[in-house]
């Protein structure tokens, strides 16, 4: 059974940092890949970076580029997304999401499989 695991959100000031894992268990397949998602309340997800299987491919929401990395680690079926210059617009359920096949997308509909999500507040 394939399960996505979330950690790392917080409440935190603006201009602070935050990293997210996101750790995945019961793939019988590697060759995946792997998006970042956010949903603010009153709001639609939407996508906020992804990083393709082989890491060759990396793409990120315009309003997050230059502040948040995402990155992978294969060995671990684990990735992460550090944030840094976090803003109060940045709050929200983030959720980690695998789809089976290894590009990046960041579109909500191409993925298979969910975690549970993580909230990041950010508020002085």
């Known amino acids: 059974q394939v399960q996505l695991v979330e950690s790392g959100g917080a409440l935190v000031q603006p201009g602070g940092s935050l990293r997210l894992s996101c750790a995945a268990s019961g793939f019988s397949r590697t060759y995946f890949g792997v998006g970042w998602f956010r949903q603010a309340p009153g709001k639609e997800r939407e996508g906020v970076s992804c990083?393709?299987?082989?890491?060759?491919?990396?793409n990120y929401k315009d309003s997050v580029r230059g502040r948040f990395t995402v990155s992978r680690d294969n060995t671990k079926n684990t990735w992460y997304l550090q944030m840094n210059n976090l803003k109060s617009e940045d709050t929200a359920v983030y959720y980690c999401?695998?789809?089976?096949?290894?590009?990046?997308?960041?579109?909500?509909?191409?993925?298979?499989?969910w975690g549970q999500g993580t909230q990041v507040t950010v508020s002085s």
């Open positions: 990083i393709s299987r082989s890491e060759n491919v990396i």
């Open positions: 999401a695998v789809r089976l096949s290894a590009g990046c997308r960041l579109s909500d509909t191409e993925y298979d499989y």
